[in-house]
């Protein structure tokens, strides 16, 4: 399943997303791109320690990346065992992101379908031109 920033053809359009979203919801570059990076895996998600070998970053980097994502409702986080998520993994021939450790749980992470993405926007954007409409009506009455 392709997502919206993944399944783009050309570089402006993925700039021209990237932009929105960082806009939208207040995104810094870095968590724009954690954003993006999580919507490559799809819907099988990944955990932190995936994103912190991907971004070559320190993990709790990620992990208030991630706490912003999941504070705005960009992503979802579900706790699995460690078991659990290396028979996901080789279920999905994802074996690539199976973790090196056999033992204790994780938390894995997933973007919200496109569907919740895109009205989350539609509000987003509504609510925002509805403020700029009730502050400019006074301004213009005069």
Do not use: H
């Not at 968590?31 to 990076?37: G, H, N, S, V």
């Not at 991907?54 to 699995?80: C, P």
Request: with cysteine; net charge positive; proline share 3%.
């Amino acid at each position: 399943m392709d997502t919206i920033g993944v399944s783009m053809v050309n570089q402006a359009q993925l700039d021209e997303f990237v932009q929105i979203v960082r806009s939208v919801f207040r995104l810094t570059k870095k968590e724009a791109e954690c954003f993006l990076k999580l919507r490559r895996y799809g819907p099988e998600g990944t955990c932190v320690q995936n994103l912190v070998i991907q971004t070559e970053s320190e993990r709790s980097v990620e992990q208030k990346k991630l706490k912003k994502l999941l504070r705005l409702q960009l992503v979802t986080r579900e706790a699995l065992s460690l078991k659990d998520f290396q028979n996901r993994c080789s279920e999905n021939n994802r074996d690539d992101l199976i973790p090196s450790t056999k033992k204790g749980y994780l938390y894995i992470y997933r973007v919200i379908p496109d569907s919740e993405l895109i009205a989350k926007i539609k509000e987003i954007t509504d609510q925002w031109l509805k403020n700029v409409n009730s502050f400019l009506l006074p301004l213009t009455e005069n």
